[in-house]
């Protein structure tokens, strides 16, 4: 029986639970357990006899259920839920905002006393378009964004479709009105196409901002840092002297890797004996693989090669090695030497746990927070230096993708290759699927021709300056960084 330890609170709200058992009711004969009755003061319930559920496995490692304002669990919601996680196997974050959407939208309802099931009457009092007025006063307001608002929009219509589908609902009148669109985009192969959506009159229409120079649109709004403040950001990094946010961000400025897939590196993602200060060939790249297969997590685990310096490598290698970071691995529940993490924090937690992951660090969502939080030192220090700019992590990104640019026009411009090749290659080192994405960065670069500085001589410049800085530092460290 499983114990939600959960008081009243007058509202609907999700909660996790671990290591539910899998079972269904049957008869005396065919159980294998009995749950106690409901009311142990009812002398004549015996219980229930149960069995294990046939094609399931005999528990679930964490499962979401939606506990009502009485502290009872709301049936539908919790068996939707349920559905989720076996039939359509989503992952757990998305169920998560589903339990999480899903308790919004009853709180919505009970507070203007309507039933989730009823359906009779005018559109305006109908259960979803009841939601969607409310959903419309808080984007008015600004307490919610049209992003987040469409995504409870899709949630309540996944519930509601669900309902149709599997609980023979039958509401009295339309609970939505679908509509078909029909978006226009440019595929890997730079070949015009149309993708037909299906989606609903509850969905607020997109209003995302459009870029006006000041910004790229790369999974986010980024902000490409200049030549100089590229600089003053290693300035800053060194001198705050934390190794492992130093080394996340160097990957970032010379692979243009996302977050998720910067902190999930693993030990045997890094290539040994390359890089060192006298390889000939130490700004050759060395590709590491992401992605689905991988531990190494991607943007929804699409698979992609990333290349990365060899002299990257070569710092990173030497970092594993410290005294440092094996006093971080020690605490780690990994014990497979390559499969463990590159960046832990004190604890020997990640800064950023891995889908494959959640389960050995008990479905913790840590995403990165470490290094959002740094990033206030960051700007603090850059202060001190009166270096003012608009700074994030993500940022790095978009930063060496306008750096990459400039590199292939220089060669564009010495006839080494032509536009064609040049937008191909930056497609493919900046893994974007529309190649709409990485022609706004050619877009940017006519805006602000001389943001850029090419990503070799950037590499070379880095390079020297971290190992100098490094080398200054290192008598202050535990581990020794520097070659």
């Given at each position: 029986m499983i114990d939600l330890d959960s008081k009243p609170s007058g509202r609907y709200h999700k909660v996790a639970l671990k290591n539910v058992q899998i079972w269904e009711p049957c008869s005396e004969e065919d159980s294998t357990e009995w749950l106690p009755p409901i009311d142990k003061n009812t002398p004549f319930s015996k219980g229930y006899p149960i069995r294990r559920k046939p094609l399931f496995p005999p528990s679930i490692d964490r499962l979401h259920v939606i506990v009502q304002p009485d502290g009872a669990l709301?049936?539908?919601?919790?068996?939707?839920?349920?559905?989720?996680?076996?039939?359509k196997a989503l992952k757990h974050s998305t169920i998560a905002n589903t339990a999480g959407d899903l308790s919004d939208f009853m709180n919505k309802l009970l507070d203007g006393e309507r039933d989730y099931n009823d359906f009779?009457?005018?559109?305006?009092?109908?259960?979803?378009?009841?939601?969607?007025?409310?959903?419309?006063?808080?984007?008015?307001?600004?307490?919610?964004?049209?992003?987040?608002?469409?995504?409870?929009?899709?949630?309540t219509v996944g519930f509601y479709n669900w309902k149709l589908e599997e609980r023979d609902f039958k509401p009295e009148e339309e609970m939505w009105k679908p509509v078909v669109k029909h978006r226009r985009y440019t595929d890997i192969h730079g070949v015009s196409q149309i993708k037909e959506i299906h989606t609903t009159d509850l969905s607020f229409k997109n209003a995302e901002s459009i870029s006006t120079g000041r910004f790229l649109r790369d999974g986010g709004k980024l902000f490409p840092i200049d030549r100089k403040n590229q600089d003053n950001l290693i300035k800053a990094l060194t001198d705050l002297e934390n190794?492992?946010?130093?080394?996340?961000h160097i990957v970032s400025l010379t692979t243009g890797a996302r977050i998720q897939s910067n902190l999930t590196l693993r030990h045997n993602s890094i290539q040994p004996g390359v890089g060192a200060e006298d390889d000939p060939a130490k700004y050759a790249l060395y590709y590491i693989k992401m992605g689905e297969g991988t531990p190494v997590d991607t943007k929804n685990s699409k698979p992609q090669s990333v290349g990365m310096p060899a002299w990257v490598h070569h710092l990173l290698y030497v970092?594993?090695?410290?005294?440092?970071?094996?006093?971080?691995?020690?605490?780690?529940?990994?014990?497979?030497d390559g499969g463990q993490y590159v960046f832990l924090t004190r604890s020997g937690r990640p800064y950023y746990i891995a889908d494959a992951d959640r389960k050995l660090f008990n479905f913790s969502a840590e995403a990165g927070s470490?290094?959002?939080?740094?990033?206030?030192?960051?700007?603090?220090?850059?202060?001190?230096?009166?270096?003012?700019?608009?700074?994030?992590?993500?940022?790095?990104?978009?930063?060496?993708?306008?750096?990459?640019?400039?590199?292939?026009?220089?060669?564009?411009?010495?006839?080494?290759?032509?536009?064609?090749?040049?937008?191909?290659?930056?497609?493919?080192?900046?893994?974007?699927?529309?190649?709409?994405?990485?022609?706004?960065?050619?877009?940017?670069?006519?805006?602000?021709?001389?943001?850029?500085?090419?990503?070799?001589?950037f590499e070379i410049h880095l390079e020297t300056l971290i190992r100098k800085e490094m080398?200054?530092?290192?008598?202050?460290?535990?581990?020794?960084?520097?070659?």
């Open positions: 709301w049936l539908e919601g919790c068996l939707y839920l349920f559905w989720c996680n076996y039939v009779s009457g005018l559109k305006v009092h109908r259960p979803t378009y009841y939601y969607k007025s409310e959903l419309k006063l808080e984007i008015a307001r600004g307490s919610l964004k049209r992003k987040p608002a469409n995504r409870k929009i899709s949630n190794p492992e946010m130093l080394l996340a970092y594993i090695n410290s005294d440092r970071h094996k006093a971080r691995c020690a605490k780690s529940p990994i014990t497979d470490a290094i959002r939080q740094f990033a206030n030192k960051i700007k603090e220090r850059l202060n001190e230096m009166n270096a003012y700019f608009s700074y994030s992590f993500h940022d790095l990104r978009a930063t060496f993708g306008m750096n990459l640019l400039e590199d292939y026009m220089k060669q564009v411009k010495d006839g080494k290759m032509n536009q064609i090749e040049l937008l191909s290659l930056l497609q493919r080192r900046l893994n974007h699927e529309d190649i709409n994405t990485t022609l706004a960065y050619l877009r940017y670069r006519e805006e602000h021709p001389q943001l850029a500085q090419a990503q070799d001589e080398a200054k530092h290192d008598q202050k460290r535990t581990g020794k960084l520097s070659p």
